[in-house]
C-alpha cells in the first residue's frame, strides 16, 4: 500500500529549518517581549530588502494587510473597488470590512489574472476609488500595465501578494509594484509562518507611517489615537522570528517548486487536461492548477489513485451566498474557469516518485 500523495505537507519542509525554527522560538521565549519587538523590526526591514522597497509593516494576517492598506490609501464605505472574482474572497472580505464596494473584473483565460481590458472597461464606465491586483497561484499579474493605466487617474494599486513571495519581472519583486503588496505568511504560503501573519510593503514612507499607526489602534504615540479607522492587527514577536528564520531559504523554495511545475508541463500530455506553462522568475508555482472539462471525473480518477486534489476556488466572489450579487455580470471567463481548475499536489520537498505518479495518474486518465 503506497502512501497518498498530500496537496502539501509543512513537517517536510519545515523539518529542513528545525533548529533555526526551534533556535529562534527560544530566543523569544527567553528575551520576555511578545508583541512589535527586535524580531518583527528585524524581519520588517529584512522583508523589505528582500522585495527591493523601503518599508514593511508587520500586520496579523493577509487579509488584514489588504483592509489596512485600502485604509492607509484612503479608501472610505461606499467607494469601489476594482478586484477580481476568482481569488478566494479574500480581497473581498476586506473591501466588505471597510464597508467598500468590490467592482468585480473579468480575468485573463490563460493567465486567470485580471484583465487589462475588462478594467479599462471598468473605468470608462464608473467610479474606482483604488484596485487590487491579485498574483493569482504564484503568478504576477499584468501589474506594469495596471499601474501604467491607472496612475495618470490616480488610483492606487494594490497588490495581493498573497501567493507570490518573490515571484519577480526585469529585477522587480512582488509588492513593490504598485502603491502597496500585501502579503500573508499563513502556513501554506510559500514563505509561510507557523500561524498567522502578514505584511504591507510600500515604497511610500507616509503610507508606511499611517499602516504603523493603523495596526495599533491608530495610535501614533503610546494611548493617543490621531488616526481613525485603527485595529489590532500585529505580526507578532515568536512569528516574525520564525518567519526571519526561513526566508533566507526562500528563493531555493521557490526554485524547487518551479523545477516540479516545470516537470508537470512537460511530462503531463494528456490532450484533455490544460496544464500551465512560463514557469520563469515572475511564476513562483504557490499553486499548480490545471484546467479540464470532466473535472468531477479527474478528481475521483485521481482519488482512485491516491492523489489529492484541490479547487482554488470553488465558488467566484460574486457567488458567495452572503454575498451573492446576481445583478454582476462581464465575469464570462472567470465563471467559466471555476468549473475547470482543480490543483494537483506542488510542493516543497515532494518526492520523486510522488511527482512521478501524479504524472502517470493525469497520464492515465
Ligand atoms: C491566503 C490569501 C489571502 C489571505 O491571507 P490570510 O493571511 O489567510 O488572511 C489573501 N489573498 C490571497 C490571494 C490569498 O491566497
Given at each position: ?85 476568482n ?224 479547487i482554488?476556488y470553488p465558488i467566484s466572489?460574486?457567488q ?14 472567470t465563471e467559466r474557469l471555476a468549473r475547470q481548475i ?24
Open positions: 500500500m503506497t502512501a497518498r500523495v498530500p496537496l502539501n505537507d509543512l513537517v517536510r519542509q519545515n523539518k529542513l529549518v528545525h533548529d533555526e525554527l526551534v533556535a529562534s522560538a527560544r530566543r523569544v521565549i527567553e528575551r520576555g517581549w511578545y508583541v512589535l519587538g527586535s524580531e518583527t523590526a528585524g524581519f520588517e526591514t529584512a522583508f523589505a530588502n528582500y522585495c527591493g522597497v523601503s518599508h514593511a509593516v508587520g500586520v496579523a494576517n493577509g487579509t488584514d494587510a489588504l483592509e489596512l492598506a485600502m485604509r492607509a490609501a484612503g479608501v472610505d464605505e461606499g467607494d469601489g473597488v476594482a478586484t477580481v472574482a481569488a478566494g474572497f479574500y480581497a473581498g472580505t476586506s473591501i466588505h470590512a471597510i464597508g467598500a464596494k468590490p467592482l468585480y473584473v473579468d480575468v485573463d483565460a490563460e493567465t486567470h489574472s485580471m484583465s487589462v481590458d475588462a478594467l479599462k472597461r471598468l473605468l470608462g464606465r464608473q467610479a474606482v476609488r483604488a484596485v487590487i491586483a491579485t498574483h493569482l497561484y504564484g503568478r504576477l499579474a499584468r501589474i506594469e500595465t495596471i499601474t501604467a493605466i491607472c496612475k495618470p487617474l490616480g488610483i492606487p494599486v494594490i497588490e495581493d501578494c498573497a501567493q507570490a513571495h518573490g515571484a519577480s519581472r526585469d529585477g522587480r519583486k512582488a509588492g513593490s509594484f504598485g502603491m502597496a503588496g500585501c502579503f500573508s505568511f499563513y502556513p501554506t504560503k510559500n514563505l509561510g509562518a507557523l500561524g498567522d501573519g502578514g505584511a504591507v510593503t510600500t515604497d511610500d514612507a507616509v503610507m508606511a507611517e499611517r499602516l504603523r499607526e493603523l495596526r495599533q489602534y491608530g495610535w501614533s504615540k503610546k494611548y493617543q489615537v490621531s488616526r481613525a479607522g485603527g485595529r489590532n492587527s500585529r505580526l507578532d514577536e515568536l512569528q516574525a522570528a520564525l518567519l526571519l528564520a526561513k526566508l533566507p531559504h526562500l528563493d531555493r523554495w521557490n526554485d524547487d517548486r518551479r523545477k516540479i511545475a516545470r516537470r508537470y508541463s512537460e511530462e503531463i500530455k494528456n490532450p484533455r487536461i490544460k496544464c500551465p506553462t512560463d514557469f520563469g522568475t515572475d511564476n513562483v508555482a504557490h499553486l499548480f492548477v490545471v484546467l479540464c472539462e470532466d473535472r468531477e471525473d479527474l478528481r475521483r480518477h485521481l482519488d482512485k489513485h491516491g492523489i489529492s486534489s484541490d482554488h466572489d460574486h458567495q451566498p452572503a454575498y451573492m450579487d446576481s445583478s454582476v455580470d462581464g465575469l464570462a471567463v482543480v490543483t494537483i499536489p506542488c510542493f516543497n520537498e515532494m518526492e520523486e516518485e510522488e511527482i512521478s505518479r501524479v504524472v502517470a495518474a493525469l497520464n492515465g486518465w
